[in-house]
Nanobody, 129 residues
Framework: QVQLVESGGGSMQAGGSLRLSCTAS????????MAWFRQSPGKQREAVAG????????YYAAAVKGRVTISQDDAKNTVYLQMNSLKPDDAALYYC??????????????????????WGRGTQVTVES
């Protein structure tokens, strides 16, 4: 059974940085793909960044591009989300998801949250202005 556990959230001043982690168990980085999404109260879950585990190709939402980096550590079965220059709009519950079955056309559909098979419980990010 695949499980994802997010960590690293917290409260930060605007302009600061955080690094979120998503550690997978029951899954190895072999042809799958993963992504970070976020959701704040009253809003839909939105894509932040995605990564194809095999090739390491990365994708970013326009709202975070240039401020966020997604990466992976195969040895630790962990995907990271480095967030810099935090803004109040970045405040949300951050989830990671994994797509186990296919990553076909990932560059075109990485931001569709219904396409992911398993999610973690999330880690909260608060940004103080």
């Amino acid at each position: 059974q695949v499980q994802l556990v997010e960590s690293g959230g917290g409260s930060m001043q605007a302009g600061g940085s955080l690094r979120l982690s998503c550690t997978a168990s029951g899954y190895t980085f072999n042809g799958g793909c993963m992504a970070w999404f976020r959701q704040s109260p009253g809003k839909q879950r939105e894509a932040v960044a995605g990564i194809s585990n095999a090739g390491g190709r990365t994708y970013y939402a326009a709202a975070v591009k240039g401020r966020v980096t997604i990466s992976q550590d195969d040895a630790k079965n962990t995907v990271y989300l480095q967030m810099n220059s935090l803004k109040p709009d970045d405040a949300a519950l951050y989830y990671c998801g994994v797509r186990l079955t296919t990553c076909a056309m990932f560059e075109n559909n990485w931001d569709r949250y219904l396409s992911y098979d398993t999610w973690g419980r999330g880690t909260q990010v608060t940004v103080e202005s």
